[in-house]
């Protein structure tokens, strides 16, 4: 399964999701990465578009502005890597934690299922949220109510995913 069929799958089809919960932890990990990386790299160039040497044009600063541009070499690759970290950091964290409220909504539905596979299955998941708020920025609403629809689509998917979970057997 090649990452360009996971990623259509995770936008368009919620059910294939549940399915996804069995793929090697890897290509799982891979896929992340990718979210990750496209996150960075977008992130990255609205930092340099709005990197303007211009914004330090008053007199009272000339030293930091010609300080800034000797630097400046040094402050893209730094700058790049740090929100590759934080942003790693940040997308995992979120995994984390709605993995956990799906570990919740998975026994309210009685369905059978570990932390391991909702893990994976959140990954996919989280899809449009991430992409929804890598561009809330141009969108004309407020970064409050793009964050809650950002959680109730996440949800929404899991649960439709967990519809096609195995149920638990009916204790005797």
Same mark, same amino acid.
């Given at each position: 399964?090649?990452?360009?069929?996971?990623?259509?799958?995770?936008?368009?089809? !919620?059910?294939?999701?549940?399915?996804?919960?069995?793929? !090697?932890?890897?290509?799982?990990?891979?896929?992340?990465?990718?979210?990750?990386?496209?996150?960075?790299?977008?992130?990255?160039?609205?930092?340099?578009?709005?990197?303007?040497?211009?914004?330090?044009?008053?007199?009272?600063?000339?030293?930091?502005?010609e300080y800034i541009e000797g630097?400046?070499?040094?402050?893209?690759?730094?700058?790049?890597?740090?929100?590759?970290?934080?942003?790693?950091?940040?997308?995992?964290?979120?995994?984390?934690l709605y993995a956990l409220a799906?570990?919740?909504?998975?026994?309210?539905?009685?369905?059978?299922?570990?932390?391991?596979?909702?893990?994976?299955?959140?990954?996919?998941?989280?899809?449009?949220?991430?992409?929804?708020?890598?561009?809330?920025?141009?969108?004309?609403?407020?970064?409050?109510?793009?964050?809650?629809?950002?959680?109730?689509?996440?949800?929404?998917?899991?649960?439709i995913a967990f519809t096609k979970?195995?149920?638990?057997?009916?204790?005797?």
């Amino acid at each position: 399964m090649n990452h360009s069929q996971l990623f259509i799958d995770s936008l368009i089809h !919620p059910k294939k999701l549940a399915a996804y919960r069995l793929l !090697p932890i890897g290509k799982v990990i891979q896929y992340t990465f990718l979210l990750i990386t496209i996150v960075t790299v977008f992130s990255f160039g609205r930092f340099t578009a709005g990197m303007s040497v211009n914004t330090f044009d008053m007199t009272s600063i000339n030293g930091l502005t010609e300080y800034i541009e000797g630097i400046k070499w040094l402050l893209y690759p730094v700058t790049f890597i740090m929100l590759f970290v934080f942003t790693t950091m940040l997308i995992f964290g979120q995994i984390a934690l709605y993995a956990l409220a799906g570990l919740f909504i998975l026994k309210v539905m009685k369905r059978r299922g570990e932390y391991r596979h909702i893990w994976r299955t959140t990954t996919f998941a989280m899809t449009w949220a991430i992409l929804i708020s890598m561009l809330s920025d141009y969108l004309p609403i407020n970064s409050t109510i793009i964050s809650i629809f950002s959680l109730l689509l996440t949800v929404t998917l899991l649960t439709i995913a967990f519809t096609k979970y195995p149920k638990q057997p009916i204790a005797k």
